[in-house]
């Protein structure tokens, strides 16, 4: 399925305007100047080493990054994905960059003020969150928690969200009984990479029965040239609690590749709830496809316990490469799993993304909705799996995958795959693909909407079933964001 | 008003408008009627402003600014609406944010102050009377699961919202039963007034029973070959188009 359009007819004015409209500049390109804390480039044990101690580790996770880091030199990159790049060189980059702060900063007084301005020129500062929206931020620039606001407030109901850096000093035992048991450090090349060298993240835990009464935002930013980003996230429901979590990013231009490899685990116990949402921003390169984020994420999520729900809501608009699947794994009796994806490329973007979902436990239940848009001379491919166990009793799945085409010199891929091992399964999916029409476009502009406004518009109608699973303020930033990375792109 | 002189348009080289000269005034309602492929569309397009149509000779002038070099958003935003013949569906967009967003576009560019959300629900509310409307349908997209006559109604909702100087009605009337058409008719009769223009493109005349023309011109190949009053409508009723076309053919 390739509707790539080899005919070179000459563009119509239409779009022109989608080329122009794509054609903007990325409006958070912007360097902060912070001194940085480096360690020599490269990668060897010493390097795993320094950075555990580094962080003042306890030896049990000194020792499962040095398992992890030999692992690792056995895996090769995986060249299954509709991909294309050069060939990241992992001993030219730098593992371990965080801002010169002696101390961790008790309040926002104390965080560096270029710090805060960076996050004003992204439009979320700090303060009118913690004053206004009520969310409590764990900020992380390059890869060391800067500033963590609300946390007593948290404390009082039990909840922990901190830096995973804290975490691990702090609850070690939470850390170690939870850490890697959904994606093992083993896993996959990217993932056990980010296991060997992760140097900082979010940690949540939800204590039993508790509904942690607001939502938890990370707010993600690459800031030092050639630094791998090992971002590593770690969010544990207790029995019958709740939490949404937030994770939004934006990163300043840089002409070379920046390699970024997550790692996202969330479990759900017995009647619990997660609800996971992403804004993914990062640079995507300029317009003839030079430079921007490689991004290969890990996401998973354990529906541990019986009726737990865990819930994936991504809006993907930046990075040079999307390599991400966010996924479920089914195991407890009656659990649910969805996925809500909006996946946008533009010039010379490439995004392979979508879901896994397993379904172990009986009664089981998935949902997928995956809109992919793709403008410019970009690619998009939806990659989805549904795996039903021979012990999962009538489970069911619902997919559906829709592409949406702005101009005709970008491609949309559909990839499904199915792995049915019990005869009680009910899996449906759907796949749509449509085109911006001229039409539509023409009869916005015919009610006084410019041609800008007009493909925003239909953009996010059509994405809106996934925008509205956002929280409210996330969905206003999503669909703003959707209209930049669609500036100049109507073509 | 509207100032049409010897307008020559082509589609992909083939001429479809062949010197077409048309004059209207504040306050006056124009019926254009004419067989199938008489270019009558190919003017509503035109004067909207979409693509595909090379203008090859002449000029339209609104309100004294040059129509033809204006992109179709300012000529919207000038108080030109086309009433389309066949509405177009926009999924996943709310049809009551998108016609506010389309009147504060319009507000803007006049220099008025953009409604908020409650003045312009109040003044939906009572445009929708016009129409007779019911309220479920602003809650739904834009003209999605809309029935033929529910989609005429829109177009004639938004207009009354927008409030237009000139609006060019594309064939209203057709697929409209005769409750539909009374209602779409009686919202434009409600709406007329001594500052605004009518362009009613028609094929039957039985819209102009309920929309009462002060003009009634012939298309025919391009030209409009008989003007008159509402007594030419019912004349071309009683004895069809032949006897024009034959007459214009003969030169005399």
């Given at each position: 399925?390739?509707?790539?359009?080899?005919?070179?007819?000459?563009m119509s004015?239409?779009?022109?305007?989608?080329?122009?409209?794509?054609?903007?500049?990325?409006?958070?390109g912007?360097?902060?100047?912070?001194?940085?804390d480096?360690?020599?480039q490269?990668?060897?044990?010493?390097i795993v080493r320094?950075?555990?101690?580094?962080?003042?580790?306890?030896?049990?996770?000194?020792?499962w990054?040095l398992?992890?880091?030999?692992?690792?030199?056995?895996?090769?990159e995986?060249?299954?994905?509709?991909?294309?790049y050069?060939e990241?060189?992992?001993?030219?980059?730098?593992?371990?960059?965080?801002?010169?702060?002696?101390?961790?900063p008790k309040s926002?007084?104390?965080?560096d003020?270029?710090?805060?301005?960076?996050?004003d020129?992204?439009?979320?500062?700090?303060?009118?969150?913690?004053?206004?929206?009520?969310?409590?931020?764990?900020?992380?620039?390059?890869?060391?928690?800067?500033?963590?606001?609300?946390?007593?407030?948290?404390?009082?109901?039990?909840?922990?969200?901190?830096?995973?850096?804290?975490?691990?000093?702090e609850h070690p035992?939470?850390?170690?009984?939870?850490?890697?048991?959904?994606?093992?450090?083993?896993?996959?090349?990217?993932?056990?990479?980010?296991?060997?060298?992760?140097?900082?993240?979010?940690?949540?835990?939800?204590?039993?029965?508790?509904?942690?009464?607001?939502?938890?935002?990370?707010?993600?930013?690459?800031?030092?040239?050639?630094?791998g980003?090992?971002?590593?996230?770690?969010?544990?429901?207790?029995?019958?609690?709740?939490?949404?979590?937030?994770?939004?990013?934006?990163?300043?231009m840089?002409?070379?590749?920046?390699?970024h490899?997550?790692?996202?685990?969330l479990?759900?116990?017995?009647d619990?709830?997660?609800?996971?949402s992403?804004?993914?921003?990062?640079?995507?390169?300029?317009?003839?496809?030079?430079?921007?984020?490689?991004?290969?994420?890990?996401?998973?999520?354990?529906?541990?316990?019986?009726?737990?729900?865990?819930?994936?809501?991504?809006?993907?608009?930046?990075?040079?490469?999307?390599w991400?699947?966010?996924?479920?794994?089914?195991?407890g009796?009656n659990?649910v799993?969805?996925?809500y994806?909006?996946?946008?490329?533009n010039?010379?973007?490439?995004?392979?993304?979508?879901?896994?979902?397993?379904?172990?436990?009986?009664?089981?239940?998935?949902?997928?909705?995956?809109?992919?848009?793709?403008?410019?001379k970009?690619?998009?491919?939806?990659?989805?799996?549904?795996?039903?166990?021979?012990?999962?009793?009538?489970a069911?799945n619902?997919?559906?995958?829709?592409?949406?085409?702005?101009?005709?010199q970008?491609?949309?891929?559909?990839?499904?795959?199915?792995?049915?091992?019990?005869?009680?399964?009910?899996?449906?999916?759907?796949?749509t693909t449509?085109?911006?029409?001229?039409?539509?476009?023409f009869?916005?502009?015919?009610?006084?909407i410019?041609?800008?406004?007009?493909?925003g518009?239909i953009v996010?109608?059509?994405?809106?079933e996934?925008?509205?699973q956002?929280?409210?303020?996330?969905?206003?930033e999503?669909?703003?964001?959707?209209?930049v990375s669609?500036?100049?792109?109507v073509? | 008003?509207?100032?049409?002189?010897?307008?020559?348009?082509?589609?992909?080289?083939?001429?479809?408008?062949?010197?077409?000269?048309?004059?209207?005034?504040?306050?006056?309602?124009?019926?254009?009627?004419?067989?199938n492929?008489?270019?009558?569309?190919?003017?509503?397009?035109?004067?909207s402003?979409r693509?595909?149509?090379?203008?090859?000779?002449?000029?339209?002038a609104?309100?004294?600014?040059?129509?033809?070099?204006?992109?179709?958003?300012?000529?919207?935003?000038?108080?030109?609406?086309?009433?389309f013949q066949?509405?177009?569906?926009?999924?996943?967009?709310?049809?009551?944010?998108?016609?506010?967003?389309?009147l504060?576009?319009?507000?803007?560019?006049?220099?008025?102050?953009?409604?908020?959300?409650?003045d312009?629900?109040?003044?939906?509310?009572k445009?929708?009377?016009?129409?007779?409307?019911?309220?479920?349908?602003?809650?739904?997209?834009?003209?999605q699961?809309?029935?033929?006559?529910?989609?005429?109604?829109?177009?004639?909702?938004?207009?009354?919202?927008?409030?237009?100087?000139?609006?060019?009605?594309?064939?209203?009337?057709?697929g409209?039963?005769?409750?539909?058409?009374?209602i779409?008719?009686?919202?434009?009769?409600?709406?007329?007034?001594?500052?605004?223009?009518?362009?009613v493109?028609?094929?039957?005349?039985?819209?102009?029973?309920?929309?009462v023309?002060?003009?009634?011109?012939?298309?025919?190949?391009?030209?409009?070959?008989?003007?008159?009053?509402?007594?030419?409508?019912?004349?071309?009723?009683?004895?069809?188009y032949?006897?024009l076309?034959?007459?214009?053919?003969?030169?005399?």
């Open positions: 399925m390739n509707p790539v359009n080899d005919e070179n007819s000459t004015d239409e779009q022109q305007t989608i080329q122009n409209i794509t054609d903007q500049d990325y409006k958070y912007f360097v902060t100047d912070i001194e940085m480096e360690f020599p490269g990668l060897n044990e010493d320094m950075i555990s101690a580094k962080k003042e580790e306890p030896e049990f996770m000194t020792n990054r398992k992890a880091y030999r692992q690792w030199r056995k895996l090769k995986p060249k299954w994905p509709k991909l294309e050069d990241v060189e992992y001993d030219e980059l730098y593992y371990y960059a965080a801002p010169k702060t002696k101390d961790a926002l007084d104390e965080v003020p270029e710090l805060l301005e960076t996050f020129k992204l439009g979320v500062p700090l303060e009118e969150r913690e004053l206004l929206a009520g969310v409590a931020v764990d900020a992380v620039i390059d890869s060391v928690s800067v500033a963590t606001t609300f946390k007593d407030k948290l404390g009082e109901l039990g909840i922990i969200f901190c830096p995973i850096s804290e975490a691990i000093k035992e939470l850390v170690k009984k939870y850490l890697g048991t959904v994606v093992p450090y083993t896993d996959n090349f990217y993932a056990t990479l980010n296991s060997a060298v992760f140097s900082d993240g979010s940690f949540v835990y939800i204590p039993p029965g508790v509904r942690c009464p607001m939502e938890l935002s990370s707010y993600f930013r690459i800031n030092a040239s050639k630094t980003q090992f971002e590593r996230t770690l969010i544990i429901a207790d029995k019958g609690s709740y939490v949404s979590y937030l994770e939004g990013c934006t990163a300043p840089r002409d070379e590749n920046q390699l490899a997550a790692v996202v685990e479990i759900a116990l017995e619990a709830e997660i609800k996971y992403t804004v993914q921003n990062w640079y995507a390169g300029n317009k003839e496809g030079v430079g921007g984020i490689f991004n290969f994420v890990t996401k998973r999520g354990l529906c541990a316990g019986a009726r737990s729900k865990i819930s994936w809501t991504q809006v993907e608009t930046g990075s040079a490469i999307t991400k699947y966010p996924s479920c794994v089914l195991k009796d659990s799993g969805e996925f994806s909006v996946a946008l490329t010039n010379y973007q490439q995004a392979d993304t979508g879901t896994k979902m397993i379904h172990l436990g009986k009664n089981t239940r998935s949902l997928i909705i995956s809109k992919g848009i793709s403008a410019g970009s690619n998009n491919a939806y990659r989805g799996l549904v795996k039903v166990n021979n012990k999962a009793e009538n069911r619902y997919s559906q995958c829709d592409s949406l085409l702005i101009g005709d970008c491609g949309a891929h559909t990839y499904p795959y199915l792995e049915i091992e019990n005869p009680t399964a009910q899996v449906e999916h759907e796949a449509s085109k911006v029409s001229e039409d539509q476009i009869y916005l502009n015919q009610r006084g410019s041609t800008e406004d007009a493909v518009m996010s109608g059509y994405a809106r996934v925008f509205q956002l929280p409210m303020e996330f969905a206003v999503a669909q703003a964001l959707m209209s669609l500036e100049g792109s073509g | 008003m509207l100032s049409i002189k010897d307008l020559q348009v082509s589609v992909e080289g083939k001429p479809i408008l062949k010197g077409l000269n048309l004059e209207v005034k504040p306050g006056e309602i124009h019926a254009i009627m004419g067989p492929g008489s270019g009558k569309s190919t003017l509503a397009h035109v004067l402003g693509e595909g149509y090379s203008v090859d000779a002449g000029t339209a609104y309100k004294n600014l040059d129509l033809l070099d204006m992109a179709p958003e300012i000529r919207a935003r000038e108080g030109m609406f086309l009433a066949y509405p177009i569906e926009i999924p996943g967009v709310n049809n009551t944010s998108f016609l506010k967003k389309a504060n576009e319009i507000r803007k560019h006049r220099g008025d102050e953009e409604l908020d959300a409650i312009f629900l109040s003044l939906i509310k445009q929708m009377k016009l129409v007779e409307m019911k309220e479920d349908l602003l809650k739904r997209p834009v003209n699961g809309f029935s033929g006559g529910e989609k005429k109604r829109n177009e004639i909702l938004q207009m009354a919202v927008l409030n237009p100087t000139l609006a060019i009605l594309d064939e209203t009337d057709s409209l039963d005769i409750d539909a058409l009374r779409v008719a009686g919202g434009v009769n409600k709406l007329r007034s001594e500052d605004n223009a009518f362009v493109i028609t094929h039957y005349q039985r819209l102009l029973d309920y929309i023309p002060d003009f009634v011109h012939v298309l025919s190949d391009g030209k409009i070959i008989k003007s008159g009053t509402k007594d030419l409508a019912l004349e071309l009723e009683e004895r069809g032949d006897w076309l034959e007459k214009a053919e003969s030169p005399s």
